[in-house]
């Protein structure tokens, strides 16, 4: 049952990415902030698909958290959930991420219409350099900036290196962080054609200041938060289970 609702999920998504595309192209000439709230409709569509397909859901603890101005997240990265859900969660926004995700078809071409920051990881210094150059501007248009500090999907239960990329841009940016933990990809794995049954929680943090600190301390203190969130998420019973099939 669950790879029949899984294919009827992909093939709806694939379908309504199609469709959606020259839409979001076509949004290009518009303002930032009202753009990502067009491109926004396809990732609600995806979302009332998933619930309904699949009977997969999220609950969000911690909205209060988020501020009226904008600033960055650093988020864990399990898996493609977080990239379409994280647009129906959060305020207008861009990401930081690898230049080839915009080379896919339909899908990359309409994240290329979010004008995110792209990222050629053959060349550090230029990524970082293009990372704190782009990244203040977009902050300045009023969205935020979403970045995956670990650089790469983690499954759930574990970590890799924090890269301060993230904080760094915060620090110049003089804006805080708000650190975001989930469980997605307990349902949604990486790489996985399957998606489980269940309820995604996100929990957000309080905002991390910036002010007169290093942006190493910075990105210390959210790594803190993150890991020991994702502890506490995924010692509930339920996703025990989860994590051990």
Same mark, same amino acid.
């Given at each position: 049952m669950i790879m029949l609702r899984s294919a009827v999920f992909f093939l709806g998504m694939a379908i309504s990415a199609v469709l959606f595309c020259p839409i979001a192209i076509a949004?290009?000439?518009?303002?930032p902030v009202p753009r990502m709230r067009v491109i926004?409709?396809?990732?609600?569509?995806?979302?009332?698909?998933?619930?309904?397909?699949? @009977?997969?859901?999220?609950?969000?603890?911690?909205?209060?958290?988020? *501020? !009226? @101005?904008?600033?960055?997240?650093?988020?864990?990265?399990? *898996? !493609?959930? #977080?990239?379409?859900?994280?647009?129906?969660?959060f305020p207008p926004q861009i990401w930081a991420l690898k230049r080839?995700?915009?080379?896919?078809?339909?899908?990359g071409w309409g994240l290329a219409a979010t004008s995110p920051i792209s990222i050629d990881r053959s060349t550090?210094?230029?990524?970082? #350099? =293009?990372?704190?150059?782009?990244?203040?501007?977009?902050?300045?248009?009023?969205?935020?900036?979403?970045i995956f500090p670990e650089g790469t999907r983690m499954a759930p239960g574990? *970590?890799?290196?924090?890269?301060?990329?993230? !904080?760094?841009?915060?620090?110049? !940016?003089?804006?805080?962080?708000?650190?975001?933990?989930?469980?997605?990809?307990?349902?949604?794995?990486k790489r996985s054609f399957l998606k489980k049954p269940g309820v995604v929680r996100v929990k957000i943090g309080p905002p991390i200041s910036t002010e007169n600190k290093k942006a190493r301390a910075v990105n210390?203190?959210? =790594?803190?938060?993150?890991? @020991? *969130?994702?502890?506490? +998420? +995924?010692?509930?019973?339920?996703? =025990?289970? @989860?994590?051990?099939?």
């Open positions: 949004a290009w000439p518009i303002p926004g409709l396809w990732a609600r569509f995806i979302c009332w698909w998933l619930k309904i397909t699949c @009977n997969l859901r999220h609950e969000v603890e911690g909205l209060h958290h988020l *501020s !009226a @101005n904008p600033g960055i997240i650093l988020s864990k990265h399990q *898996s !493609a959930w #977080e990239t379409i859900m994280f647009q129906v969660i080839e995700a915009l080379w896919l078809p339909f899908f550090p210094i230029k990524a970082l #350099e =293009r990372l704190l150059k782009q990244g203040r501007e977009k902050i300045r248009e009023g969205r935020w900036v979403i574990e *970590s890799g290196a924090f890269h301060p990329g993230g !904080a760094m841009l915060a620090v110049k !940016a003089k804006v805080p962080i708000t650190p975001v933990a989930h469980d997605a990809g307990l349902y949604w794995g210390e203190e959210a =790594r803190e938060w993150i890991e @020991n *969130s994702m502890t506490l +998420l +995924l010692k509930a019973p339920e996703k =025990r289970i @989860n994590l051990q099939k």
